[in-house]
């Protein structure tokens, strides 16, 4: 049995709760959305922290799901790129490897042609190719698609 011991922020403006189990000693660190959407509080407890893991997941998933969309809106992002702001926000990394292959599946994240029109407006702008190899690589695109 796993029992609640405290909640807290690991960093000022986080959105990010710590989740501490007695037991244990050992936390999780989850979105502050899905603590609220379950109401968990100091005291709840689960038989396991697979039972645990097993409510926040689906949720997680939704939730990474529109951040992930959020983030794509605002601007054109590579996988990498997402990933890294999905793990940032406390999301498990089943999670994201989930949400990964949604953006994937429906093209509203493609590396590939990503790097393409990068690499065109790059051009145009009069950088070297070098340079150009530099960023994509900073953005998380494999050396085989560079």
Known sequence: MLTISSIDTPQKKSNLRRVYFSETGEYEKIPQQVVRLHDLSV???FNSLEEFHALVSNDQYNLAKER???????????????SKKL??????????SEVISFLEEYKLCDDADFASRYVQQ?????????????????????????
């Open 87 to 96: 793990k940032e926000d406390g999301y498990f990394e089943t999670t994201i």
């Open 43 to 45: 005291g709840m407890s």
């Open 122 to 146: 790059q051009l145009s702008l009069g950088l070297p190719p070098q340079k150009i190899k530099f960023k994509l690589s900073q953005r998380g695109i494999s050396r085989d698609l560079i």
């Open 68 to 82: 992930a969309l959020r983030i794509l809106a605002r601007s054109e992002k590579t996988t990498h790129e997402v």
